[in-house]
């Protein structure tokens, strides 16, 4: 946290979380573009953000994209901020959101967390159903994690596990794993209060790819990115995803609880579901 007030006392770096604010997933070419500094001067400053989580870095092919991490952001939220007077917060900021937001070409959610655990045991807690179930709001994923396999959805203990389309894309054990997401459920209508043609028009939009990278980092530390992209342009599940829908918590919301279990051996009471 000490790290995050430091790279936030800089207006220039500031300005850099701003631009990505405003288009994430920016090479340093684009960030120089239209700024003052040089690039030597701009790197610097990214190395400061990347140093205290608040900017993570992804590689795409040869290009190096930099994501607005909000990890360390929400540490500071949930140091000082009430339930209550967070969910009062999000509900300004999205009113703002709604009023300034200029349509998305297609949101790309990136979500860098460090975790005291070992790649080994992260890996069991993304794929192992009594894992998954508590931390995930009491939903257990099952699946033979096989390329091509199914990931299904399993309610409760004793119900039948639900095929919602999601499919494994990649599974490669304490490194990586990709599955396409699901599309809006009827359940979905009812929680955040949808009429049936507003459920209608979202059951238009594409399957989205939640990817999750595992890298060791220092001592007994794992660095977990996820990577949530492939969304329809302007996307409410991406909105979802991000916790920024009233009632909906996200994968921020969830990967605290499964940092909390990871760590304490107790998730964090009542989690919000990322569906």
């Given at each position: 946290?000490?790290?995050?007030?430091?790279?936030?006392?800089?207006?220039?770096?500031?300005?850099?979380?701003?631009?990505?604010?405003?288009?994430?997933?920016?090479?340093?070419r684009?960030?120089?573009?239209?700024?003052?500094?040089?690039?030597?001067?701009v790197?610097?400053?990214?190395?400061?953000?990347?140093?205290?989580?608040?900017?993570?870095?992804?590689?795409?092919?040869?290009?190096?994209?930099?994501?607005?991490?909000?990890?360390?952001?929400?540490?500071?939220a949930?140091?000082?901020?009430?339930?209550?007077?967070?969910?009062?917060?999000?509900?300004?900021?999205?009113?703002?959101?709604?009023l300034?937001?200029?349509?998305?070409?297609?949101?790309?959610?990136?979500?860098?967390?460090?975790?005291?655990?070992?790649?080994?045991?992260?890996?069991?807690?993304?794929?192992?159903?009594?894992?998954?179930?508590?931390?995930?709001?009491?939903?257990?994923l099952?699946?033979?994690?096989?390329?091509g396999?199914?990931?299904?959805?399993?309610?409760?203990?004793?119900?039948?596990?639900?095929?919602?389309?999601?499919?494994v894309?990649?599974?490669?054990?304490?490194r990586?794993?990709?599955?396409?997401?699901?599309?809006?459920?009827?359940?979905?209508a009812?929680?955040?209060?949808?009429?049936?043609?507003?459920?209608?028009?979202?059951?238009?939009?594409?399957?989205?790819?939640?990817?999750?990278?595992?890298?060791?980092?220092?001592?007994?530390?794992?660095?977990?990115?996820?990577?949530?992209?492939?969304?329809?342009?302007?996307?409410?599940?991406?909105?979802?995803?991000?916790?920024?829908?009233?009632?909906?918590?996200?994968?921020?919301?969830?990967?605290?609880?499964?940092?909390?279990?990871?760590?304490t051996?107790?998730?964090?009471?009542?989690?919000?579901?990322?569906?």
């Amino acid at each position: 946290m000490d790290d995050a007030f430091r790279a936030l006392a800089d207006p220039s770096r500031r300005r850099l979380l701003d631009r990505l604010n405003e288009r994430n997933g920016q090479t340093l070419r684009e960030l120089c573009d239209g700024l003052a500094g040089t690039r030597q001067s701009v790197s610097k400053h990214l190395s400061v953000l990347e140093a205290a989580n608040l900017v993570t870095t992804v590689r795409r092919g040869r290009e190096k994209l930099h994501y607005l991490n909000a990890a360390p952001i929400n540490a500071i939220a949930d140091r000082w901020l009430s339930r209550y007077d967070r969910e009062r917060a999000a509900t300004l900021a999205d009113l703002t959101t709604a009023l300034e937001r200029q349509p998305m070409e297609s949101p790309t959610f990136v979500y860098t967390t460090y975790v005291t655990t070992t790649a080994q045991r992260l890996w069991s807690a993304l794929t192992e159903p009594a894992f998954t179930r508590r931390y995930w709001g009491g939903v257990a994923l099952v699946s033979d994690w096989r390329v091509g396999s199914p990931v299904l959805w399993q309610d409760a203990p004793d119900g039948e596990p639900r095929d919602l389309g999601q499919r494994v894309l990649v599974a490669e054990p304490y490194r990586r794993l990709s599955y396409s997401w699901h599309g809006f459920q009827p359940e979905h209508a009812e929680h955040f209060g949808w009429s049936a043609e507003e459920l209608a028009a979202r059951l238009g939009e594409r399957r989205s790819t939640v990817t999750f990278e595992i890298e060791p980092h220092s001592g007994s530390t794992v660095r977990l990115t996820v990577i949530h992209d492939d969304f329809s342009p302007d996307s409410e599940m991406h909105r979802a995803i991000s916790g920024q829908l009233d009632g909906s918590g996200g994968w921020p919301e969830l990967l605290a609880s499964l940092k909390t279990l990871l760590e304490t051996g107790e998730p964090m009471p009542d989690p919000t579901p990322a569906r």
